[in-house]
């Protein structure tokens, strides 16, 4: 009787959990308010964007995803390099 080898679990890297950047949670607020919102509820309404989500990207308490940093980005006009790296 052969035992079979316990199943490999993968993470691919789309998968893993974002590091939490406290300067890309700055740029997030910096950015909105040069953007012209004065609170992040207003943003929120106004995009549709995740409010849950969102508010932990700005407490940096969530690291963004880089498909959650285009969506800032874009509706933001800056840019997914400096919104994630400040380059």
């Known amino acids: 009787m052969t035992i079979a080898p316990p199943r490999q679990q993968f993470v691919f890297a789309s998968q ?15 950015a909105r308010k040069v953007a012209g919102y004065t609170t992040a509820g207003a943003a929120i309404a106004y995009r549709g964007w995740d409010m849950a989500n969102y508010l932990a990207h700005e407490a940096g ?7 959650e940093a ?4 874009t509706g933001y006009r800056v840019s997914v390099r400096w919104l994630l790296m400040g380059e």
Do not use: F
């Open 70 to 73: 285009q969506r800032y980005a």
């Open 61 to 67: 308490q969530r690291g963004m995803t880089t498909v």
């Open 16 to 30: 893993r959990m974002p590091r939490v950047d406290a300067g890309a949670a700055e740029r997030l607020v910096r």
